[in-house]
């Protein structure tokens, strides 16, 4: 997005090539590819409808930096401070402390990689939410 630019200048500016890669446009395929072998998904987006690439990349096992938007936002409470790090919109500050703090090793994100991966797939999971519906379904049934 309008981002880009920016952020590939902060990359550069802090020496982290090496770890975060900044993309464009992605199939299906080189998206999988790219969350098999990662560890930390960045949203750094002003606006998201709901963010579906944040539950894709828990579903990956990712740890979560991301800004408070989409599910991510105070309204949704899905992430929040206890199962990610959210950056305020724009503040750039905020956003380096939060890559530097997790390549630094400052924080074990691994507890909240697996916390995140067994809640989201028990909230997220198309089976879980097939299981709801039947539920919902029987109880209809048998009150008629």
Not at 42 to 61: K, P, Q
């Amino acid at each position: 997005g309008p981002q880009k630019n920016k952020i590939i200048t902060f990359v550069r500016a802090n020496n982290l090539s090496a770890n975060v890669k900044v993309m464009d446009y992605i199939t299906e395929q080189q998206k999988e590819d790219i969350f098999l072998v990662s560890d930390v998904f960045i949203l750094n987006s002003t606006v998201e409808s709901f963010g579906i690439a944040l539950i894709e990349a828990v579903s990956h096992g990712l740890f979560i930096i991301t800004t408070p938007v989409g599910i991510a936002s105070e309204a949704e409470d899905v992430f929040n401070d206890k199962n990610c790090i959210r950056v305020p919109i724009g503040d750039t500050k905020a956003l380096k402390d939060a890559i530097l703090s997790v390549l630094d090793g400052k924080m074990d994100i691994e507890s909240t990689r697996e916390k995140n991966f067994n809640d989201f797939k028990v909230r997220f999971d198309v089976e879980h939410f097939f299981e709801k519906l039947r539920l919902i379904y029987e109880e209809v049934l048998n009150n008629n």
